[in-house]
Nanobody
Framework: QVQLVESGGGLVQAGGSLRLSCAAS????????MGWYRQAPGKQRELVAD???????NYADSVKGRFTISRDNAKNTVYLQMNSLKPEDTAVYYC???????????WGQGTQVTVSS
């Protein structure tokens, strides 16, 4: 089992920045990759960015150049630095972890990000 706790959401004006944090606990040695997803009202949950154990990253086209995912292995924490935020970035952001070898997925409780125009 892996437990994930997100923090850092909030209300920000368009053009502003926020940093989300996701602290992992439990069977952390089994984690293969971690990422951030988001779900806006009336829309499906979508991948924002992820980072694998070797350190490779992947971003949704809509956030490339604005968001950066990073990982602090010593703190078992993944971050999402969000710059140049837009109203369309408004959503609940969820932290995700995928474990090896069976690719079980674990989710955090979500944190609200609201970007005002």
């Amino acid at each position: 089992q892996v437990q994930l706790v997100e923090s850092g959401g909030g209300l920000v004006q368009a053009g502003g920045s926020l940093r989300l944090s996701c602290a992992a606990s439990g069977n952390i040695l089994s984690i293969h990759a971690m990422g951030w997803y988001r779900q806006a009202p009336g829309k499906q949950r979508e991948l924002v960015a992820d980072i694998s154990s070797p350190g490779s990253t992947n971003y949704a086209d809509s956030v490339k150049g604005r968001f950066t995912i990073s990982r602090d292995n010593a703190k078992n924490t993944v971050y999402l630095q969000m710059n140049s935020l837009k109203p369309e970035d408004t959503a609940v952001y969820y932290c995700n972890a995928v474990t090896s070898p069976f690719h079980f997925a674990f989710w955090g409780q979500g944190t609200q990000v609201t970007v005002s125009s």
